[in-house]
Each structure stands twice: as structure tokens, then as C-alpha cells.
């Protein structure tokens, strides 16, 4: 189980890396305003260490004490001005990169349309785009530069103190073959603290959900309390298997605190042996000076805090490493990007549409003959959604697609709406290859209808006109009255100004299909792709609005996919296309004046 | 507002307080352990180079009793960082348990129908990120809190000690980093930043409002537009959040800044008591490098404000919660369940402002024992009158009388223990098939569940489990067909062995025979009981039933079979 989620994980990895690297000039920014804090506070000890060795009399101290005290503030104010700017910087970089992150998530979503649903609900999809692409924060804007900073500073502490006294350096700098070990001890460490954490806070979180999501049945039950003590238990075994893991993840940590520590302490016995003429090996030349020794054991710590830095911020990374699966697992989902789309003037080069009610106009153009010419889709993953089917459908035929659930009737209707692209053969629309039309010139004709279509929490009349800004009262109600819903919206208290819920609330299921029929009859489309309109019906209503579509749809080509289980074809049907596993098994006209037999 | 939930905090919090406090006094030994390394190293170092300068002084200069202090600062600062870290996380861990504890019971009060008032994302979020949030406040705000002042008091102290007049020198400058610049940027960020969590609540909102009409509006030449305000939305939160980021870093870098400056100032200061001869070189060392440490327990300050004013904000969220009135109140005083399922109503009715679905008024009268369809298209008010009946909902006139007692009058207790009703979409746990079916009560049997799952035609099925009644079922019932589902979710419903049952389309998705096989099963179970059932089947008991249609809300006067 654990290989099978570091595997997606592992692809997220260089797709972070590539992403963070789009901001380097920021992070770079961060990182370098870090090295020059560290380099104002080495002048500040240098000028501390001088000043204190002028108290002792220390002979050839320099500069001098009135100096050295007017130049340390504008020293300090150096270093808290390039602390700023580090974050500042890093903040940039990381809203920059979100930004940008965010905005092709959401036109991956759009070109998906409704195909989005396979990567989860709306609200876990926005939970993608807000809050695991926010998960990316910390690691670009804190990590990346730290990462820098943690050989860096080091670096340039050891340079600092060599001059001074090489063993210092090199008691300091002993420690620095372990930082790659550190670093990864700490990591390995907190990796393992945090995956721990996560997998276990989602089971958590998870029982927690599903106990309140039950909680109706509970309460109904007289249960609640059971459910009360199920909530404390898994947290309080959360509690136990957490510190488990954290007794572990501390140790390393603590590690490198210890060796911080302990160097400090080392450093700080050899300077007081060597200032006492003890250690004579060590610095150079004469006797220890007052003033190295203090500017050393300034810089001591400083060596060690970035690292302790990054221990602390090595979560960050998990962090967004989990974010960044799931970021990139959506990114994959998106189709090949439509050629017309993207290059604007290939549209204009290419000849324009025969259609009739001429191809510019974009609403209203009249219904289209449609052609699959051995179209084939094959998804992601390998399955082969549709195997090379062809047919035509004639201007104004309306066409029944049936199949069970799997055989590619969804996918048809997705490929004609632009949603999918054909992975071989080619769609035509009125003889045009739809592949060079663009998607804004082509949706305006087209009416889709879902077996639960999408609303807003919206009025009525608003919920129909959407794209439509100042459309004509009268358009509308022509509409509703063609959709056969117009007397039920008359009887609702505040007619046409009813609002529902976003799920619809407020109409019975039968009266939202209508209405979205209304939205399809209002601007006049002609064609209309329907997705198992009728699917969540009671028989009844279903048989209703099968007559409303009847003659609602007439003059218009008609594509409706349809579940092998309900009823046989209406006889406003032209003609049945039967689909199995991605191939047509059947293409048959409807003689009208008959019921359709099986 | 804030002391009522202010209250509800430290109740939660009682229980935790030993653990803080001593994860307090470690942590205090850690940042005194670290102050104490650096300015008794200071001081150490100078002391020998003093003593160095004449041979007799460095020959007798005790080396070893300041390098034991100095390696114990250094032990003391590491061990006591990892007790510290280790204990605050237990502590936070515990208050974490106990937190999602009381936001679970006071769901569970507002359950079952207010629940509907937020979404399954926003329940989320309350719940489990509020209850975060929470946490940080002892762990990020009163925890640093705690040890800056102790290192400030302490720190002040020991440079008093050296001289009084080097403390004045140093107070100000220390005391503006860690209380003055904490107090002003959080100030200045308290109210942006309950501004920016509103802001943020309402691009969310934004975005699942553009993402739910994704297709319709694409396809319909309105995503763009949608999008652009969208994207107005997210930028605006951006550039907010960009300007709280950087108060929150400048107010660092002041902290920083001043704690240098605070060192800087007993250099100067101390520069003429030393030539004055009033201070030792040592001592004086020892007090600036004691000052210049502070940051180590200062800098996390800045931050804290910040801190205790996000948790704040999820205080007055959960507090809202645990404060939100239930839309029925419990007020009856009944005790005894009934014994029949004897059914009276008189006018009741149920409409829904400026929606469509709701029930006109009606009467009717249902003996005990009765089997009782509700028929109607979907939408005609069917579930609500179900709803009425389980007094998930309550009508907005006219009374419900179940065996002589109306349904208000019932303690909860014994409400529950009178009806039972199986929902359209009932939940199952992910738990084990027999704690999804008894629900934990201990009254049920594993016998009776396996009878109970016979009367629903799912005794071959219980004896293909290998685990049987200790098989567990996935999230959503994950692993069962969904006729399967509904049909456990029966089960339990029978199991409550109430006398009035309320059946949400409970036939749904069966074929012919099993369905004939658990309509009998179920009439058998409920025997003497009332048994209500919403279907748009028709379902035959072998029995006279009565039969009742609701058209458009209106519910038409219930007639008998006469077979």
C-alpha cells in the first residue's frame, strides 16, 4: 500500500521542482537577502568582539570603540531589513506561483466540462484549487530558500572563523560532512512523522466525517452518544500512535540540537584554555586574542541555526509534496489542448463553415449534419472508450444512443460537445472537421441536458438566461411555456423571481428538467446533446416530459443517450444507435405509425 | 459573546492545563538553558582572557567549574527541548481528542435536520480546521508568550544585577521587541485577518459556485466573465494576504532589530562604566551576549498575537456552533414509549417559504397494526410527511397524536424508542457489519441481527460473508450492492423493534422476487406494529392496506384495500 502511494507521489516530486523553478529569480532573491543577514550580523560580531577587547586593554584592538559603535546600528538595521526582504521575497514567489498554478487548474476544469465529475465532487475539486494549492506556500516560499541558506550560511561561517582560528573552523566544520546526514536524519525523521500524521488524521478525520454524516440515523436511533464514544476513541488512539511516531521524530531532531549544543560548548572551552595560554595549537601565531575568541563564539550558533530551520520546516515539503500529487493528478486529467483554440489565426486561415444559417453567426444557426468517421477514444489509462465507430446523423434527425453504462454513449455525446478530443478518425459537423472549429463559435448551437443538470442559487428567470444579459422577458416565458413549465412557475408565489438552491432546491425533479429544456429552447440551439435526461424520474414524469421533448425538439438534431433498462424508444424518435463496448452493434431506423419492438 | 466562548474553552482546556504547565516549565529550562550557555561562555572567555594577560592569574583560574556549567546548559537546552516538544503535543493531542468531542455533541444536538444549514465542506471545516486552528493558541501564543516574559524578566535581572543602571539602558529596547511590536502588529492584523478569513470563506464559496455550473456556463458563453470576477476575487485576497505577510515579517525583523539595538545600547552604556572601572570586562560581556540570546524566545512572539487572534476567531465559529438553537426542541415530558402504532392527525401541514414543496393541510386516522402506502411523483412531498412523522421536522399547524400522545409531548428517549424510520438515503457506517445494525446498542443481539437480516431476504448473503457479522464495510457501505445497502439499513431499522416503522422507498432497486420475499419479511417483523412505506410500487402484504396519494403537496383521503 505505501509503494502504491509513494508512486504517484514520486511523479509529483520533479513536478514540483519544475513549478518551483518558474519562481527561482524570487526564491533566488530570498535565499541571497538570508546570506546578507548573515553577513551584516558577522560584522556586527566583528565590531561586538572589538569593542569588548578595547575593555580588557587587549593591545591593537581595531577599530576603535566610537566606530565600531556608530557603524554596528547601521548594521543591524542591514540585517533586519534583509530578513525582510528574505520573506518578502519568498512570500512573492510563492503567491506568484499559486496563482499561476491556480489558473490552469481551473481551465483544465472548463475544458473537462462535465467530465470533471471523474475527478471528484465540486467541493473536492475546490478543495484542490484552494486549499492544497495554498499547501504549496511553505515549501516555495520557506523551504526553497532555506534549503540554500543551510549550506550557505555555514559556508560562510567557517570563512569567517578560519581566519581567526582554524580549529574553531574545523570543530565547526567537522560537523559539516554530517549536515547531509542531518538533513537527512531530521528529514527522514519528520517524513516519516508526517506521513504518519496525515495518513492517520485523514483516518481520523475520515471516522469523524462519517460518524457526523451518519449522525441523522444516529440521532433518530437515540444513538448519539454511542457515536460520541466511537469520535473519542479513534482520537484518543490517534493520540497514542501519534506520540509513537513523534518519540522517534523528536530523537532526530533533537540530535542535531545536541550536537549545536555540545559544539558551542567545545568551542567555548578550547577559546577560554587557548585565552589562557593552555592550548597553545590551534590559531595562529602569537596568543588568542580576546577579540577572536568572542567574534567565534558570536558566530557559533549562527552556524547551526539554519539547519535547525530546516528541520523544522522539513514538513513544509511533505506538505506540498502531498499537495502537489494531487495537483498534478488533475493537471494530467486535462484533454490535448484544441489547435484552433490555441492558435487563433489557424482558425482564420482554414475555410469557413458551410452551414446553412451561415457559420459566423454564432446563436441559432440552425440544426447540423452530423458524421463520425471511425472515430476512436482511447483515456488515459488505456481503455478504449470507443473503437472506430462511424455514422451520420442528417440535420434534424433525432437520434436515440443506447447502451449500458460503460459503452461509450457518454463518451460520444462528450466528444461532440468538445469536451474530449478523438484519439483517431474524425468528427464532422456539416462537413467541417470539428477539430478546426473553435470551441466558442461551436457551443453557442449546441443545448445540453444532463440527468442532473447544473443550477445556481439564482432566480429562476436567471437560471435560465445564463449568457444571455438582457434577453427579452417575453423570450423567456415563450420559452417555459414551450418547456411546459410556464403554469407551474405562474403558480409559485414569486414567479419567475423563485429562487432555488444550487442542488435545485425548490422545483421537484420533473419541473428542473423542464426547465433545463427551457434553457435549451431559449437560445434557440440546434443541436441538442441530452445525457439520460430522464434517468432520475418516476415513470410517470418521465413519460410527461418525453412528450414535452417530442415536440419541443422538432427541427432540431437530437442526440439522447438513454440507459439499455428504460423503456423502448418513443416514436419520436428517428432512429436507435445501440452501443456495446465502445463499438455500434446496432443503427436502426424507427418506422413511425409502429411502436418501436425490441 | 467572547466570554460565552471564552467559557466553553477553558472548560475543554481544564483537563490539559498540568500537561502546558509542565511542558511550560521544560521549555522555560530550555530557552534559560540556551540564554545561559551564550552569556556564561561570553563571560567565561573574557574572564580567561583577563586571567591570561598575567601568568600567575591563568595558573590559577578555575576552568572547571564554569566548563561543568556550560556543558550542563548545553545537556539541559537539548533534553529539555525534547521533553518539552514531546509533552506539548500530548497535551495538544488530548485537547484535540476532548475538542472533537464537544463539536461532535453539539452536531448531534442539532442533528438530524439542521445539519442541512451547512454543507458537507463547511461541517468539515468547522470541525476539523476550526479544531486546529484551536490548538495553536496554547501551542504558538501562550506557550512563547509565557517564556519571553520569563527570559525578559530574567534577562533583566541578571544585566541589573552586573549594574542597575545597564537594565534601565537595555529595558526599553528589550521590552519594545517582545511586547510593544507583538502588541502593534496584531493590532494592526486583528481585524485584517478576521477580514481575510472571510474573505477567503467567500472565494471558496465563489469557486464552488462557478465550479458547480462549470458545463452550463461554458457552454453557454458565461464562463468568462464568471471567471474574471472570480479571479478579481482570488487577487484581492492575494494582494491582502501579501500585505499581512509582510506586516507579519517587518514586525519580526523589528523584533530582531530591537533586540540588536538593546545590545548595542549596553555596549555604549556599558563602555563608560567599564573605563569608569564600575563594571568588570567579564561581567559586562556576559550581560550583552545574555541580551543579544533573548531573541531566541523573543522572535516566536511576534507571531504569537497573531496566533491567539486566528484561534480566537475559530473560539467564536465553534461557539456559534455549540451555542446554534436546535430548530425542535425537546421539551416534552413523557417518559414511556408507546405501546401501539396508532396514528392520529389533525390539519397538519408543512410549507416551505417561497419553495414548492410542501403539504397542505390534511387529516388522518390510522389504527394500530395498519399497513399504510404513500404513493405520488417524485417531489409531491412523499419524504416530507415521513419527516413529519419521525418528528424530524415539525409541522407548521395542526398535531400528531401516536398512541393517545402527541408527538411534542415525548421525551427524546421515548420518542425514539416509538418510531423508527429508514430514510431515502440511508448512511452506513465504516464499521462493522454488526455495529452498522444494533448501532452499539447492547440490547440487540447477534441473533436477532442475523433474523433481522433473514426478514430482509439477506440471510444467504450473511452466510457468504467469511467474517459474518464482524465483516466490515467500507466508507458509504462501500463493498455492497446498493440494493444491499438499503436493505442492511433496513434491517437496523427493524432491529429497534419500535411500534411505529416509517419506510423511505425501502423496496428500491430490487427484482420482483426478492422484493416479494422482504415485504413479507418486513410485515412479519412489524406484526401488531403500524408500518408506513413510500413507494412508487405497488407493494402487496398479503393483507388489506391502506393507501394514501399526495399530488403537488395535497394529500388525497386515505382509502382501504378491499381484498
Redesign the interface.
Known sequence: MTEADRAPEAAAKPWLRTRARTVRGWTGLAAAAGLAATLAWIG?AAL?AS??AQ??G?PGARPS?ASA?AV??LL??A???S??L???AG??AS?RL??TV??EL?DV??RL??L?AAAGS??A???V??EQVDALDGYVARYRPQCVLAIGVPLLIVIAVLPQSWLAALLLGATAPLIPLFMLLVGQGAAAANRHQAEALAT?????????????????????E???????EG??G??RS??RV??LA??SS?VL??FA??A??MV??Y???A????FPAGHYGG????DA??FV??LA?EFFTPLRQLGTDYHLRAQALAAATAIADLLRRAPPPQPSVVQGPSADRSEPAPTKAGGSSAIGSGPAAIEFDQVSLRHGDGRLALDRISFRVAAGERVLLRGASGSGKSSVLALL?G?LAPTGGCIRVDGRDLATLPR?AW??R?A?L?QR?????ASIGDNVL???DGADPARLWHALTDAGLAA?VEA???GID??ID?DG???????LQRLALA?ALV?DAGIWLLDEPLAQ?????AADLQRTLATASRGRTLLMASHERTQAADPWIDRVLTLAAGRIVEDRPVLHGGPERR | MSTRSGHAWRIVLRPHAGRFALAFVLGALTVLASLG??AL??W???A??????G?AA?AA?D?FR??AV??L???V??AG??GE??LS??AV??L???L??VC??A??RL???P?ARW???E??QR??ADVEALDEAPLRAWLPLGWMLLVLAVVLALIGHVAPPLALAAAPWLAAAAIAVPLASSLLAGRAMRDLAVR?GR??EA?????????????????EAR?DDW?RL??DL?DR??RH??L???A???V??LV??G??QL??S??RL??DGAVA?PS??MA??AS?ATLEAFAPVAGALLAHARSRAAQRRLSDLLHAQPALPFGGTVATPAQTGALHLRGVARR?P????GIAPFDLDLPAGARLLVEG????GKSTLLKLL?R?VDPDGGCIVLDGTALTDYR??AL??S???L?QR??????SLAENLG???PRIGRSRMRAALEAVALGDWLARLPQGLDTRLG?YGTGLSGGEARRV?LA?VLL?GTPLVLLDEPFEGLDAQTEAAVVAGVHRWVGAGTLIVVS?RSVHFGVPAWRLRIEAGRVSLPRRDRD
Open positions: 556586527f561586538l569593542v569588548a575593555w580588557i587587549q570603540t559603535l554596528a546600528p543591524l538595521v540585517r533586519s531589513l530578513l525582510a528574505r520573506d518578502w512570500s512573492r503567491l499559486r496563482g491556480r489558473d481551473l476544469l472548463a466540462g462535465p470533471r465540486d467541493g475539486l475546490a478543495t484549487l484552494v481520523l478525520g475520515g471516522r469523524f466525517l462519517d460518524l457526523v454524516r451518519g449522525l441523522p440515523a444516529l440521532r433518530l436511533a437515540g444513538r448519539s454511542w457515536g460520541a464514544a466511537a469520535v473519542h482520537a484518543q490517534y493520540r501519534s506520540l513523534l518519540r523528536f530523537l533533537t540540537e545536541l549544543s555540545l558551542i560548548a567555548a572551552l577559546l577560554g584554555l585565552l589562557l595560554g593552555r596568543p588568542m586574542q580576546l575568541a568572542l563564539l558570536l550558533p460537445a469536451f466558442p457551443w453557442p449546441l445540453w444532463e443538470p447544473e443550477w445556481f442559487a445564463i449568457g444571455l407551474d409559485l408565489p414569486d423563485t429562487r444550487a432546491g425548490g422545483l421537484s425533479g420533473g419541473q434553457r437560445r424520474l418516476d415513470p410517470d414524469t | 550557555l551564550l561562555s561570553g567565561f572567555i573574557t580567561a582572557a583577563v586571567a591570561g594577560a601568568a591563568a583560574f576552568i564554569p566548563g556550560i556543558r546548559c548545553a545537556i537546552r537539548t527541548r525534547y516538544r514531546l503535543h500530548d493531542l488530548g484535540l481528542a476532548d472533537r468531542l461532535y455533541r452536531l448531534a442533528a438530524p435536520e445539519l454543507s458537507e465542506g461541517l468539515l470541525a476539523i477567503a472565494r471558496r469557486l464552488i459556485d462557478l465550479l458547480r455550473g462549470l458545463t452550463t456556463l461554458s457552454l453557454y458563453g458565461a464562463f471567471r479571479r482570488d487577487q492575494i494576504r501579501l505577510r509582510v507579519e515579517s517587518c519580526q525583523a523589528v530582531v532589530l540588536g539595538l545590545g548595542w555596549l555604549r556599558g563602555d567599564v573605563t570586562a559586562l560581556v550583552v551576549l543579544l416551505h417561497g419553495r414548492a414543496d411523483r417524485s417531489g409531491a419521525a424530524v427524546e428517549d425514539r424508542a418510531i423508527a424510520l430514510p440511508p448512511h452506513l457506517f465504516a464499521m448501532l452499539g446498542d466508507e439499513a437496523s429497534r412508487h
